[in-house]
C-alpha cells in the first residue's frame, strides 16, 4: 500500500493515465497534482483554478489532462515531454453553478460536461470556445457523466434522483430512469457496455441491463452515501468508495460483497482503477490518496 500526500484539502477526483503510469488528483485546495506512480512522488501541481477542483479525466490518447472546477471553468492541461502546462485559455460557463462532473468520449473526439444548474455541454475537443449540444436536461447539480466503452451512450446522473441516456453524439435522448430515492452520485458502465452501475445517498448499489433498462442486481451494505463506482477490467467485480469511509469490492455475477478497505482516511470521495487492474487509488477527506494491489 502506498500513501500519498500534498494536497492541503480533501481529495474529491481521481484519474490514472492510460498508460497507468501516473494518477491526477484534484482537491478542495484548488490545485490538481500528478503523481509518478513509480516513485511515489508529485511529478507536478497544476494551479489556477479558483475554487473547489471537482473533475479529472486524462484523454484516450494521454496527452491532455482536464479538470473542472466549482469556478465555473473547465482546463485543458497538455502533458507531452514531461511537462504540465495549459494549453489552452479556461473556457468559463457563465451562471452554470459550478463544473460538477466531465468525461473524455472514448474515440478522444468530444468532452462531455456537467453543470450544477441541470445542463449538460458537450465540446468537440479541439474546441472548448462553442459547446456542440448545450442543454438543461437536469433539474439538479449533474454530478455524473460517463460515456459507455463503445462510445454509443451517454449517461447523465443528477441529484434530481434521474439518470438519463444519450445516444453517443447526442442524436436524441434514450431514456430517463428513476432508480434511486435520493441523489444519485455516481455511474459506471461496464467494460462490454451491457450493463451500468449506479449509486449516491440512498447508499445502494444498482447494476442494470442498458438495453432495455431492466434493473439486474441490487446490492446494499455501504452506511453512507456511495461517491463512486469502478468496474473491473473483466466486468466481474465493482469497486465502491462510500463517505462510511469504505471501499468495497463486489462480486457482480453473485451480487455480493466480497472485501472491504477502512485505511482511517476520513469519508472516502473518490476512486480510480488503474488501467492494468492491478492497483486501485482512493482519495480521502484527510486529504491523503491510498493506493492499493487488487487481489
Not at 502546462?85 to 468520449?105: D, N, T, V, Y
Not at 466486468?235 to 478497505?261: I, P
Request: charged content about 20%.
Amino acid at each position: 500500500m502506498l500513501i500519498l500526500r500534498g494536497h492541503t484539502g480533501p481529495v474529491r477526483c481521481l484519474s490514472y493515465s492510460p498508460d497507468g503510469r501516473m494518477l491526477a488528483s484534484g482537491s478542495d485546495d484548488k490545485t490538481v497534482r500528478l503523481w509518478r506512480l513509480g516513485s511515489g512522488q508529485e511529478h507536478c501541481t497544476l494551479a489556477g483554478h479558483e475554487d473547489w477542483v471537482r473533475a479529472v479525466a486524462f484523454s484516450p490518447d494521454g496527452k491532455t489532462l482536464a479538470s473542472g472546477s466549482w469556478d465555473d471553468t473547465v482546463r485543458l492541461w497538455g502533458l507531452r515531454s514531461g511537462r504540465c502546462k495549459r494549453i489552452k485559455r479556461p473556457q468559463r460557463f457563465e451562471q452554470h453553478g459550478g463544473i460538477w462532473s466531465l468525461a473524455f468520449a472514448p474515440d478522444n473526439t468530444s468532452i462531455a460536461v456537467g453543470h450544477g444548474d441541470g445542463q449538460v455541454s458537450l465540446y468537440w475537443t479541439r474546441n472548448l470556445e462553442k459547446a456542440r449540444v448545450q442543454e438543461t436536461v437536469h433539474t439538479a447539480p449533474v454530478n455524473a457523466v460517463a460515456f459507455s466503452p463503445n462510445g454509443i451512450l451517454l449517461a447523465t446522473g443528477s441529484h434530481d434522483r434521474t439518470i438519463r441516456l444519450w445516444s453517443g453524439d447526442w442524436g436524441k435522448g434514450l431514456g430517463r430512469l428513476t432508480l434511486h430515492r435520493d441523489w444519485v452520485r455516481c455511474l459506471a458502465f461496464s467494460p462490454n457496455s451491457q450493463t451500468a452501475a449506479s449509486a449516491g445517498d440512498d447508499a445502494i448499489i444498482k447494476i442494470n441491463e442498458v438495453g432495455n433498462q431492466r434493473e439486474l442486481i441490487r446490492m446494499k451494505g455501504h452506511a453512507a452515501s456511495v461517491r463512486q463506482v469502478f468496474f473491473s477490467s473483466d466486468g466481474r467485480m465493482l469497486f465502491s468508495a462510500s463517505w462510511d469511509e469504505t471501499v468495497r469490492v463486489w462480486d457482480v455475477t453473485a451480487g455480493c460483497q466480497r472485501a472491504a478497505y477502512n485505511w482511517q482516511i476520513g469519508r472516502v470521495h473518490c476512486l480510480a482503477l488503474a488501467p492494468d487492474g492491478m492497483t486501485a487509488a482512493a482519495g480521502g477527506h484527510d486529504h491523503s490518496i491510498v493506493i492499493w494491489d487488487v487481489e
